[in-house]
């Protein structure tokens, strides 16, 4: 096995190793809108993601900004056709992406330098960067990860086609194509052309750029016909003055000089814990300025020191890209302040790596033992320190709930509600229902449009018994969304509490026409057609509600479970109850459930176990001391069934009914003996 494939088996097991653990994660935030919700992905024509935006409801812009990145939707579209919409599948895809574009760059550092050492160690930092697992794990930045591969083949197909001997322009078109398909994938990438002027007065000489200046000058006026073609299908799909090009153009600006002060922010992190208050919501261009300045004269001092060409001209072409993205931290929160986050794509941080890598197989390669054991000992450390906070940032990106705690934590002003109602629905699911309430008002008061905020906060009213309000933000979902399956559902459980029975089956059987995978739905219209007597329909949509539910959709399968209970059907409330405690075995009322259906089979020891169980669980709950000692009754085992109810009535002397039980036991007992 040669060399290089042993560097590429190298990069491609680091890359799993590093991010494979991707594959188990959700989708968050935006992954649902450039996905699940996109129709150009959902759809089974290709050709659709090319008349449509890269976000179909782009958030917190009214559509008034279309992100067009045809590419990378088709991406999402080929994996919709290999893996459904599992997100392991696209998270999957992600994690290889990040494989190829560490070999591709390998690639053209080996092309930069002709040093293996150099070429392996660029490629391995900029896998393991702790600025990359936003776009790795993140699925919503796809666009990326197929952007920086094109990026990178860009620079290749540009040096190929200069190294060419003959006269041939046939080789400018892959450039060209490149070019094209690079802009297809994330907008900023149209500074490429600006990016190659430096390329080659650092990698080719006066003589082959003389030699070449004609060839130079088509390929540069090719590039400008691909970018007005790019404008021309861009405005056919909507007008060019949404695209924000105060915006687009400052992306690309920085590529160029401003993501150095994104670097320089980063440093300056730690000594705040979070990013300094002052940079959020400025516009930093002055940093900018003054890093890009900084930079360039770092680049001179370095570009009259080092020799032209080879890794003096790599370490010096690092400095002027990299600036200062030497140490990001890990404890900073990415998506608080999106414009001060490294990004994936920027060129700071490919030749920041091809540097760095240059720098340490320099030192390396140098003959004094001492040396190489330093500049090794270093390329080792950075790696040791690297790997741990990529890593960590790479299982955040995994966790929807934490990034939305930590925003929430930031303090820094945000433009969506998602981040307080998907806290909100966690500390429903806690039973902290007025913390909940609290963030779900919040939710409503920065997004008012948005009918799952209002179906949340409806949520958390209703856990709170105050059930008219609830009612009344259920009924405003509806008018914004007259779709939300979830605000007729809920409303449905308003009337039953109500028992209006006709008016809640009106509205659940409203909530399973618009999804009929709503458990909730099933559950309400079971309870109502229960309550109507209409047993039969009931236990069918009961059964219906427990296949759709998912394994922490517990108050629907407890229910079911009751009713099979009280419908005679034992068998199959075990099975359920069972199933229930294999996956929470820390349910108590479903362990009481279980040892209640046992016992009407007869099965007594089982029974007696659950309940135990049940106690152990909860020991100050007289529900459950009840049903153990009418269990230990029936089995006619008076004396431990008075003693179970004696301990109950002790722990609430109120219960009328377990007075009337202990009476009936001790005469059970008197005539027995």
């Not at 080929?78 to 560490?102: E, I, K, M, Q, S």
């Not at 952007?147 to 200069?162: D, P």
Request: aromatic share 12%.
């Amino acid at each position: 096995m040669t060399a290089h494939r042993k560097i590429f088996l190298g990069l491609a097991a680091s890359a799993l190793v590093l991010f494979g653990t991707a594959v188990t994660f959700p989708f968050v935030w935006d992954d649902e809108a450039v996905v699940l919700t996109n129709p150009a992905v959902q759809s089974r024509n290709p050709l659709r993601v090319f008349s449509g935006s890269y976000f179909p409801k782009e958030p917190g812009w009214d559509q008034q900004y279309i992100r067009y990145r045809p590419l990378a939707s088709l991406s999402f579209w080929l994996d919709h056709r290999l893996w459904g919409n599992r997100p392991g599948g696209f998270h999957a895809t992600g994690v290889f992406l990040h494989g190829v574009v560490a070999c591709l760059l390998y690639g053209l550092a080996w092309g930069l330098t002709s040093n293996l050492w150099a070429s392996g160690l660029a490629a391995f930092f900029f896998l393991i960067h702790p600025a990359q697992p936003q776009a790795v794990t993140f699925i919503a930045s796809r666009g990326d990860l197929v952007a920086a591969v094109f990026v990178l083949l860009f620079f290749w197909a540009h040096r190929r086609f200069l190294r060419r001997e003959d006269a041939s322009m046939i080789p400018v078109i892959p450039v060209w194509t490149v070019y094209l398909a690079a802009i297809l994938s994330k907008e900023v990438t149209f500074i490429l052309p600006a990016v190659l002027l430096g390329h080659d007065r650092l990698y080719f000489s006066e003589r082959t750029r003389k030699q070449h200046h004609r060839r130079l000058w088509i390929e540069r006026v090719g590039l400008g016909v691909v970018f007005l073609a790019y404008l021309g299908l861009r405005s056919l799909i909507s007008p060019l003055g949404n695209m924000q090009w105060v915006s687009t153009i400052r992306g690309g600006s920085w590529v160029l000089g401003q993501s150095v002060s994104s670097h320089l922010v980063w440093l300056a992190a730690p000594l705040e814990r979070r990013f300094p208050e002052m940079f959020v919501g400025q516009d930093p261009w002055g940093w900018g300025v003054l890093a890009a300045a900084a930079a360039g004269a770092t680049f001179l001092v370095c570009w009259k020191r080092m020799a032209r060409g080879g890794l003096g001209a790599v370490a010096a072409f690092g400095v002027w890209w990299g600036g200062l993205a030497l140490v990001p931290v890990s404890n900073v929160p990415l998506v608080a302040a999106p414009p001060f986050a490294p990004n994936y794509l920027y060129l700071p941080l490919i030749g920041f790596s091809v540097a760095l890598g240059a720098v340490f197989a320099w030192g390396i390669s140098r003959k004094e033992n001492m040396a190489r054991w330093v500049f090794f000992s270093g390329a080792f450390a950075l790696a040791i320190f690297w790997i741990p906070q990529t890593y960590a940032i790479h299982r955040y990106w995994g966790d929807p709930l934490q990034i939305a705690k930590q925003n929430i934590d930031s303090g820094i002003p945000v433009k969506t509600g998602y981040c307080h109602d998907l806290v909100a629905q966690d500390e429903l699911q806690k039973g902290h229902f007025e913390s909940a309430l609290k963030l779900a008002q919040t939710a409503v008061r920065i997004e008012p449009g948005q009918a799952d905020y209002h179906v949340n906060l409806g949520l958390a009213l209703q856990s709170l018994s105050r059930t008219q309000e609830a009612q009344a933000e259920y009924e405003r979902a509806i008018q914004i969304d007259s779709k939300s399956a979830r605000a007729y559902s809920n409303l449905s459980s308003i009337f039953l509490i109500r028992s209006e029975n006709s008016r809640a089956v009106e509205l659940a059987r409203r909530a399973v026409a618009l999804e009929p995978g709503l458990a909730q739905a099933h559950a309400n219209l079971a309870e109502s057609y229960w309550r109507m007597g209409r047993r039969l329909e009931a236990m069918e949509q009961w059964e219906m509600a427990s296949g759709f539910a998912g394994r922490d959709d517990l108050d629907v399968k407890m229910s079911y479970a009751q009713r099979l209970t009280e419908y005679g059907q034992q068998d199959q409330a075990v099975a359920v109850y069972r199933n229930i405690v294999r996956h929470h075995p820390l349910h108590q009322k479903a362990y009481l459930g279980l040892a209640v259906a046992l016992a009407q089979k007869q099965a007594w020891e089982e029974a007696l176990q659950a309940h135990r169980k049940a106690l152990e669980l909860a020991p100050a709950d007289t529900d459950s001391s009840v049903a153990y000692g009418v269990t230990l009754a029936r089995m006619k085992r008076y004396a431990e069934a008075i003693v179970v109810w004696q301990k109950a009535l002790a722990l609430d002397p109120t219960r009328e009914d377990l007075k009337q039980y202990l009476q009936r036991a001790a005469e059970l007992k008197q005539r027995q003996s």
